[in-house]
Nanobody
Framework: QVELVESGGGLVQPGGSLSLSCAASGRILNLSTMGWYRQLPGKERELVASITKDGSPNYADSVKGRFTISRDNAKNTVYLRMNTLEPGDTAVYYC???????????????????WGKGTLVTVSA
């Protein structure tokens, strides 16, 4: 009933920039905090950045000053601008949203974490 679709991943050289976007679609009733997580090879998924509905951001220490999260509430879309990328940023990036939606029975369902399928970011020379 709801889909989060990420786009913008790819290969970039160290020091380069990349932008990700995630659009939420479906029978959404309310879209609250949205965010980006990443999973490095062999490690657990970790928070990169999140943003509340009113636009307050939160960043992991490792990306502060390099990454910028933003959102467009009219489009149900969250963005991540990544600058000065490092090889250590290589990971699958997942979009996450706290949301409520109507299921096929028109019953409201609220989930703290609704995930996209992920997009791969590779930082390599």
């Amino acid at each position: 009933q709801v889909e989060l679709v990420e786009s913008g991943g790819g290969l970039v050289q160290p020091g380069g920039s990349l932008s990700l976007s995630c659009a939420a679609s479906g029978r959404i009733l309310n879209l609250s905090t949205m965010g980006w997580y990443r999973q490095l090879p062999g490690k657990e998924r970790e928070l990169v950045a999140s943003i509340t509905k009113d636009g307050s951001p939160n960043y992991a220490d490792s990306v502060k000053g390099r990454f910028t999260i933003s959102r467009d509430n009219a489009k149900n879309t969250v963005y991540l601008r990544m600058n000065t990328l490092e090889p250590g940023d290589t990971a699958v990036y997942y979009c996450d949203a706290e949301l409520c939606y109507n299921n096929k029975y028109d019953t409201p369902i609220c989930q703290r974490d609704y995930w996209g399928k992920g997009t791969l970011v590779t930082v390599s020379a």
